[in-house]
């Protein structure tokens, strides 16, 4: 790792280590159980301004996937997970992203194409109709980049792995999902992550990192990074509570950073 590499793993540490002394008034982590029923969680009506925000992407939630405090699946972990992160953005990198406010979009939301990075979660509950499916494929074909995070094949519901391919599928007809390694680029945009093997929030086994890229081919531009059967963005949201190491949220804080800075430059 270079001196400047190192500088930047320094500093992370050093933040992270002040924001576990933060007490954030939060729920407890995602694998704790809730209702079968829910609500939808009021979404701020967020102005476009030209100042970086990652995307959420809303979407209508299957069968089970309003386990997590009631909240559909693609909102667990809204707000807390993307601001801290934003937080770690803002300090470390000259993006200076919005750090409070929180977006969240519609799939099919013209609004969507103002945000060059986009953030999936629980993609095994992702229900998508036919409009979703070609202003998403416009979306990522025009330059958007999404990076899709939490989801698993789970006794707990939900289409894991399946769901999602299949949804990719009418998106991307064709698509091919690419197993990444240590070398591939986007793991090099900003930190030097060497190693693959990331920490486990509660999910067994281990993460599996997998890309899509333009026309299939890995030397062409990623339009999607694949965290599956892992939770990353969990260790965003309750980085400031104890609940685990600084170090392996500083590990998971790596990766989103990275995934951000490859969407903005590629």
């Known amino acids: 790792m270079s001196l400047t590499h190192l500088s930047r793993s320094r500093r992370v540490w050093v933040l992270m280590t002040g924001l576990a002394m933060v007490a954030f008034t939060t729920a407890l982590p995602a694998q704790r ?3 079968s029923f829910g609500f939808e969680p009021s979404v701020p009506h967020s102005k476009y301004d030209g100042k970086f925000a ?3 992407l809303k979407y209508t939630t299957g069968p089970g996937g309003y386990y997590y405090m009631g909240l559909p699946a693609w909102a667990h972990g809204y707000p807390k997970a993307e601001q801290n992160l934003m937080q770690i953005l803002d300090a470390i990198t000259s993006v200076h992203p919005h750090v409070d406010s929180a977006v969240a979009l519609d799939i099919d939301d013209p609004e969507l194409t103002k945000y ?3 953030y ?6 992702w229900v998508m109709n036919d409009k979703e499916a070609a202003a998403f494929r416009s979306y990522l074909l025009k330059g958007g980049f999404a990076i899709f995070d939490d989801f698993r094949d789970a006794p707990r519901g939900g289409g894991g792995w399946a769901n999602f391919a299949s949804n990719m599928e009418r998106v991307l007809p064709g698509v ?5 390694e240590e070398s591939s680029p986007i793991f090099h945009c900003f930190f030097d992550i060497g190693d693959l093997r990331i920490p486990q929030y509660y999910d067994r086994g281990e993460a ?4 899509i890229y333009v026309d299939n081919d890995p030397n062409k531009r990623m339009l999607a990074v694949i965290n599956f059967n892992t939770d990353v963005s969990n260790y965003w949201e309750f980085s400031g509570t104890g609940f685990k190491p600084v170090d392996d949220s500083n590990e998971a804080y ?9 969407g903005l430059t590629h």
């Open 116 to 118: 060059p990075v986009a």
């Open 176 to 180: 091919r999902f690419i197993d990444l």
């Open 254 to 262: 790596k990766l989103g950073v990275n995934y951000i800075i490859y």
């Open 33 to 35: 159980f809730g209702p």
């Open 54 to 56: 990652l995307a959420r």
């Open 120 to 125: 999936m979660t629980e993609a095994g509950f």
């Open 208 to 211: 599996i990192l997998r890309g």
